[in-house]
């Protein structure tokens, strides 16, 4: 077997040095040039040195022979051709975008073999013919080969091409994540690929264009059609509070592998439940490689939010958003890693308090230091909304993403949440000194049941 590159380099080296003798070559002008309805009169001005099977009787008696020959010919000329296409394809990609090319090069070697075989058999068939014998070589089998290796090289060469396409699309389509887009281009790029018209969006009953998302957060909601009622209910707060700006928009994408008409009710009834945007499609989605690859997205819900420029926020709020419904949590972190150990130890005796717990108040801590992909994924998405929010009116909202982006380079620093309710942020200092005074204020928090005491 040959070795990737090296596989082509030496096939074609083989192919270069594969004797067509001058007899072949001849042959083979004849066929080509002749109608099979007249043979005899097309072939007698171009034949050269090969007075024999010139005469009408010989071409007679090996037409059929000689038309086997042509079309063996014409085939090993295809083989030849794909074999240099897929080895120009092997230089110019790699085999982690196209895995095709590793079985294609690996049988390269065997096909080089059965092609110059194949030829030294038609050239024992030419001599046989050129002299008149009865004997002559048997070229079925070699046909078969051939035939075969050439359907074989075909289906590699298409599938290649299928997956260098997929990989030049995937690159695109990240570059639309990684640069300043409108958001509706790359939405349409994600589930519909180049050139369309198509916006199968809707809201309700209404179907409408997708420039709705134009300048707006997007919160991409990806599920397959077997989502719960759990879902929506954590959904429908978020979608409730958001809808009042008009700033923030869901839309969901339903992911199903194959679309049938039991889906498709399915479908209908989950979309006449939502109160946000729908992807209406019961075509494959150009993008699923992209979503289940880059959005990490495994059959479970996934919630992808994206900036009116298509940046990518968050790549799944969906568990902060199930997380934040039901319990209080504590995001911490900083510059001092002495704050953040601390912090850590008095914020761990107020997750295990035993009174806390018999008053249901769970608590979650999150320490992002401890992720550094998180940290940058956090303030960039913090970063993002401060800057969408500096020209607006000043609310609660834009005053807590202000306190908090100005904490990013502290030494140290908390937020407290409940649900989507920020409770309360703070810098290193002041929040260590609360937490340590845990006993002083314990009592209150049992009294009301909330942790809201702290703020």
Known sequence: MLETQGNINRSDDLISRANFSPQLCTLKQISSEQELTDLRAKSLPIIRRVPTITKPSALQKHRNSILEVNNLIKTILQ????????????????????????????????????????????????DSLILDKDTKQELAPFGQKINIILTTLGKHKLLCKEQIEEAEYLKLLALYFQTPSEISVVLKFLFYGQNTTKTDIY?????VSIEVMQKKDIFLFFSTLDITESDFDLLIPIYNKIKVEDQYKILWVPIVKEWNDELRIQFEFLKSKMPWYVLYNFEPIRGIKFIREYFHFTN???????????????????????????????????????????????ANILTSDSTLKEANISIELFCLEYEPLNVKRFWRGIESLFLTMVDKKTTSVTQEVQKLFSCKNESGWALLTHGSTVLLIGHGTTMLKTLSEFDNWKKFVIKTGALSQLS
């Open 79 to 126: 083989v030849i051709e794909l074999i240099f296409e897929l080895g120009k394809l092997a230089s110019t990609h790699n085999a982690k975008d196209v895995p095709a090319l590793i079985p294609a090069l690996e049988q390269i070697s065997v096909d080089v073999y059965w092609t110059i075989f194949t030829v030294a058999a038609i050239v024992t068939q030419i």
């Open 203 to 207: 809201d309700g009953e209404t179907q």
């Open 300 to 346: 479970k819900p996934t919630i992808v939010v994206l900036s009116p420029q298509a940046k990518i926020l968050n790549l799944n709020a969906f568990y902060m958003i199930e997380v934040w419904e039901q319990k209080y949590i504590f995001f911490y972190g900083g510059k001092d890693k002495e704050w953040i150990q601390q912090f850590t130890k008095f």
